[in-house]
């Protein structure tokens, strides 16, 4: 149990287009979803944590706008880059925590990631 | 502020031989600590984690860590490496609030034959 996937595992965009990636949790509610950000060869960084249907909180350093968070249901969100640029190219991954057969865990559970690369 | 070490950018080991990725920490109060483990195109899977019960913590594939408070450290170990356990490793520390998830900069284990 506590699987989640990431759609589409690797995409590939033109220099100010917008891409969307969703994060879903497929067999338990996820109350909280985090966003990471992976550079080559470093570790993870957070970007972003959303509750369901809240709005998200950001990381110092993340620009809201630029990428946004949607945290719709118990068991979507999507991270969309908005007029992206070469140096958004990265390695994305999402997590969740939630609830598991009716029993809150704090344990996050990830997301195998998505590569962007912007041309 | 809480944040984790990770003394070792690469360790190498042979196929059987014992395993040790190091990891200090620095916290102000009582962490809770995880080893995750990244395979290429996988999920970061969780191998264990410290809540502040047993100090040492087993976790999945053989793999244990051992809490030491008197020396902030919380080493990864397994007694006998086999291919499969080739991957990054990651030393993580929840932040105070217990709310996000703090990185080390991950331990590349290599295992040869």
């Known amino acids: 149990g506590a699987v989640v996937s990431q759609h589409p595992s690797w995409v590939i965009c033109k220099s100010g287009t917008s891409v969307k990636i969703e994060c879903r949790s497929l067999?338990?509610?996820?109350?909280?979803m985090f966003w990471y950000r992976q550079f080559p060869k470093q570790s993870l960084m957070l970007m972003a944590t959303s509750n369901e249907g809240s709005k998200a909180t950001y990381e110092q350093g993340v620009e809201k706008d630029k990428f946004l968070i949607n945290h719709a249901s118990l068991t979507l969100s999507t991270l969309t880059v908005t007029s992206a640029h070469p140096e958004d190219s990265s390695f994305y991954i999402c997590s969740a925590r939630g609830v598991i057969a009716g029993v809150s865990t704090d344990t996050q559970y990830f997301g195998p990631g998505t590569r962007l690369t912007v041309l | 502020a809480q944040s984790v070490t990770q003394l070792d950018s690469h360790v190498s080991v042979s196929e059987g031989t014992p395993v040790l990725l190091r990891c200090n920490y620095s916290s102000s109060y009582s962490p809770s600590l995880f080893w995750y483990v990244q395979h290429p195109n996988k999920g970061l899977q969780l191998l264990l984690k410290?809540?502040?019960?047993?100090?040492l913590v087993k976790g999945i594939n053989g793999f244990e860590a051992e809490f030491k408070k008197s020396e902030t450290s919380f080493h990864l170990t397994k007694p006998s490496a086999h291919m499969s356990d080739a991957a990054e490793y990651f030393c993580v520390v929840f932040n105070q609030a217990g709310t996000a998830l703090i990185f080390g900069k991950g331990t590349t284990l290599s295992v040869s034959s």
């Open positions: 067999d338990f509610q996820a109350t909280t």
């Open positions: 410290y809540t502040s019960a047993a100090t």
